[in-house]
């Protein structure tokens, strides 16, 4: 959770890193997921800190927010998603109030990570999770660390794995021993000091 500055600095860069992006600031006629990313950032930040200046700025950032949203076809509530948020494509992704995803998601388009039975506990996901396109994660289950979920799985019962497995099918099950890391892109370059470490959330 973003509460001062410093920790809003490191969540933007790590969305950055995750998303690819080698420059400074989103392109004029490009770039809407990284404006959507950075927007949902400040709005976090300004929801969290509080205060007279920062109210006003929620409701100015509240509105952006809002329309980057409706037009991107993305219904994903603020506090939901650990640093290194990388959202591939457009196309509707809903979660619910109450998930909790780790570090480092990679999700694509198509995705529902949902409650049921009129419970407002959603996933609780780990760190360094892929999410395949179409795949839906409903109710109060928990995906562990370093897990791909495949397309158009349906998970609806806890995946644990202790060093990371991929899951697919309807329901989903285990399918293979292979881990997220041929997925999360900056698993594949080399780490320098500006690159985010895997599972760490920020200070």
Avoid at 6 to 19: I, M, P, R, S, V
Avoid at 103 to 115: D, K, L, P, S
Avoid at 129 to 151: E, L, M, P
């Amino acid at each position: 959770m973003i509460t001062s500055k410093q920790e809003l600095k490191y969540y933007l860069e790590c969305d950055k890193k995750a998303l690819g992006i080698n420059y400074k600031r989103p392109r004029m006629f490009t770039d809407e997921i990284w404006r959507y990313q950075r927007s949902l950032r400040w709005l976090e930040y300004y929801t969290n800190v509080g205060g007279r200046k920062n109210f006003i700025m929620k409701v100015i950032e509240k509105l952006r927010f809002h329309n980057l949203s409706m037009k991107l076809g993305f219904s994903i509530p603020i506090n939901t998603f650990g640093p290194g948020l990388a959202i591939v494509h457009y196309g509707t992704i809903v979660v619910a109030k109450g998930a909790t995803i780790g570090a480092n998601c990679r999700i694509h388009e198509g995705v529902t990570i949902g409650a049921t039975n009129g419970s407002s506990r959603a996933a609780t996901i780990g760190d360094n999770v892929f999410i395949g396109s179409g795949a839906k994660i409903i109710g109060d289950v928990t995906i562990s660390s370093n897990v791909a979920v495949a397309a158009n799985a349906v998970v609806v019962n806890d995946i644990i794995c202790e060093n990371g497995c991929t899951v697919g099918g309807v329901p989903a099950k285990i399918i293979s021993s292979n881990n997220s890391s041929q997925n999360i892109y900056f698993l594949r370059n080399e780490n320098t000091s500006d690159t985010p470490f895997l599972g760490r959330r920020g200070r």
